[in-house]
């Protein structure tokens, strides 16, 4: 059973989207699964704003879903320290708040939450406690894959509201239909949410020169120009439509994360980014490629590899091979047409797999219920 306790999430938005929507998520699951009081603050609350509607990109204060979110200014206005403090993906806590922690004469719990991997020292590190300078203690909380790691965030109903969609053809009509989209029977649907990708016009060659059809599905983000220039334009705006031989292409505005798992949902093969966007096309149950934020001296390609590692390990050479090409491919930024080709060969298996791989994760538990229980073990 969970203790009521409080909490402070910490999150510097990084790189666009995917560091405030991991914590946000955390934040309202942490409140409405587990009871917690948590407040997040944020320093940059205007791209906060775009994630959930409503939001005031001013206010130093302001509440939604029952999380308490706050500006995180470069003046800091000082605050009670939590039960519970997650500085989230190694952002520093202001000195002034350490501080508070060490002369409160309380035990606090402090946690760095690390950036997924799938790498095989994860899971000898979750958990570690590294004593700081200053004699308080923290934590080093790894989500992950395996049994040993924090998991992923997943809500206590996703799949329960994702089969129900899945298997519910209306749903996914009516969601469509919001945004002006009709999609041909028969029409293979997929999903475009990238960085800055030279894979992506081979990508949309070969789709345009399918003897199946494509519906191509782009939220507004920065792959956008790509596609663009593929179409031989200056610029893309949601509500453009574009066909091409097989090949249909319309652009979408920006979603909400609700809106988001919904897209994933609807498509036969989603091409995701970063780490929100990665987990949440897993839980999709959909064969997906993840074009991984890259880092230096290539540092990302021992992430990458890792994680196929993993996802590969039950599945047939023969799709775990074209699988395999098309992600190198797509994150090489050259030879996706080629690669793509494989991939129809064996979109039954992959498919089946994709399936198997969410039930696998559910089995590893969730990354709140994590927290929350390692916190209980911990008192």
């Known amino acids: 059973m969970s203790v009521k306790a409080s909490w402070d999430i910490f999150c510097v938005v990084v ?57 995180w200014s470069p003046e800091w206005s000082g605050a009670e320290p939590a039960d519970i403090v997650i500085e989230a993906f190694a952002c520093q806590l202001p000195a002034a708040y350490i501080e508070a922690m060490e002369a409160s004469g309380r035990r606090i719990l402090w946690l760095n939450l690390e950036y997924l991997s799938a790498e095989d020292w994860v899971v000898g590190c979750h958990a570690l406690p590294s004593m700081q300078p200053n004699g308080l203690q923290k934590y080093f909380f790894f989500p992950g894959f395996e049994q040993g790691t924090g998991g992923l965030i997943r809500e206590g109903d996703l799949l329960a509201r994702r089969e129900a969609f899945q298997n519910d053809s209306t749903l996914r009509e009516a969601f469509l239909h919001g945004f002006d989209l009709n999609v041909q029977p028969g029409a293979r649907l997929l999903s475009l949410f990238a960085y800055e990708n030279p894979a992506v016009a081979g990508w949309l060659d070969a789709l345009t020169a399918d003897r199946r059809s494509s519906h191509l599905l782009v939220p507004e983000g920065r792959v956008l120009a790509d596609v663009a220039h593929w179409l031989g334009l200056e610029q893309l705006s949601a509500g453009d439509r574009h066909v091409r031989g097989a090949l249909q292409i319309d652009v979408l505005p920006f979603m909400t994360q609700n ?8 498509c036969d093969f989603n091409a995701v980014r970063g780490e929100e966007s990665f ?26 590899n890792a994680f196929l590692d993993l996802y590969l390990r039950d599945l047939a050479p023969g799709p775990a091979g074209a699988l395999r090409n098309f992600w190198y491919a797509w994150n090489a930024g050259e030879g996706s047409a080629a690669a793509w080709s494989s991939i129809l060969e064996h979109e039954a298996e992959l498919n089946a797999h994709a399936e198997r791989w969410t039930h696998k994760q559910v089995a590893n538990g969730d990354l709140a219920g994590k927290l929350v229980f390692f916190y209980t073990d911990w008192l």
Not at 18 to 36: C, F, P, S, Y
Not at 259 to 266: A, E, I, N, S, V
């Open 15 to 71: 790189d666009n989207y995917g560091d405030i929507g991991v914590t946000w998520r955390l934040a309202r699951q942490l409140v409405a699964e587990h009871g917690q009081c948590v407040r997040l603050w944020v320093d940059d609350l205007a791209t906060f704003a775009r994630l959930c509607p409503g939001t005031s990109a001013t206010a130093g204060q302001q509440w939604h879903e029952g999380v308490e979110v706050r500006h």
């Open 279 to 304: 987990i949440r096309a897993q839980w999709a149950g959909r064969p997906l490629v993840w074009h991984i934020y890259p880092q230096e001296e290539d540092a990302h390609w021992d992430k990458l």
């Open 259 to 266: 809106q988001y798992d919904m897209l994933l949902w609807c």
